[in-house]
């Protein structure tokens, strides 16, 4: 090959390699303890039901501490029952972040008072379940999320009584804010 030649196919290789350099950084980020829960960050609004009622709210998941945590900050409404004048605002924080081994684990705080330590036994994209361990006197809960089709996340919380099997308490769709424009 001539001189000509090589300096024609390095032309022509050279985007192509810091290309496919690009590539493989940017698969190897995404491949961080971080993937299952990806398709949760962002904003989000929903309508719920449950046993309070019919209710409507708005959550988000950012992460922080340079990527150490994620952070669910939740909103919800439920009108008044028949007969009281107020309904339920509920506010909540959810802390997730890995330990050591890959295990993953959140702290729930809400404005009621309550506080559940939570661990995900499942954490897929798309699908991701929390549990609280309970003991023979206290309650369990188990929040999920589960994306669909449509683009949609299906969020359920169930509770379970000491040596009950969980029983669905609140429901509802999210779909992704609108982008402001």
Request: net charge neutral.
């Amino acid at each position: 090959m001539n001189v000509k030649a090589l300096l024609i196919c390095s032309a022509l290789l050279l985007p192509v390699i810091p290309g496919s350099a690009q590539n493989t950084e940017i698969s190897a980020k995404s491949a961080d303890a971080w993937t299952p829960f990806r398709f949760l960050v962002g904003d989000w609004v929903g309508k719920g039901s449950g046993k309070p009622g019919e209710g409507s709210g708005y959550f988000s998941f950012a992460f922080d501490l340079g990527g150490k945590i994620l952070v669910r900050k939740n909103h919800s409404e439920y009108p008044p029952k028949p007969g009281e004048k107020t309904g339920i605002v509920h506010d909540d924080l959810l802390i997730l972040y890995s330990k050591a081994g890959g295990a993953y684990s959140a702290i729930y705080f809400d404005n009621e008072g309550h506080v559940i330590a939570y661990k995900i036994p499942k954490a897929e994209t798309g699908n991701i379940i929390f549990e609280s361990e309970g003991t023979e006197k206290e309650m369990r809960f188990r929040l999920t999320y589960d994306f669909k089709p449509d683009g949609g996340v299906d969020v359920g919380f169930a509770m379970a009584a000491p040596g009950q099997d969980f029983k669905p308490y609140l429901s509802g769709l999210a779909y992704r804010k609108p982008a402001a424009h």
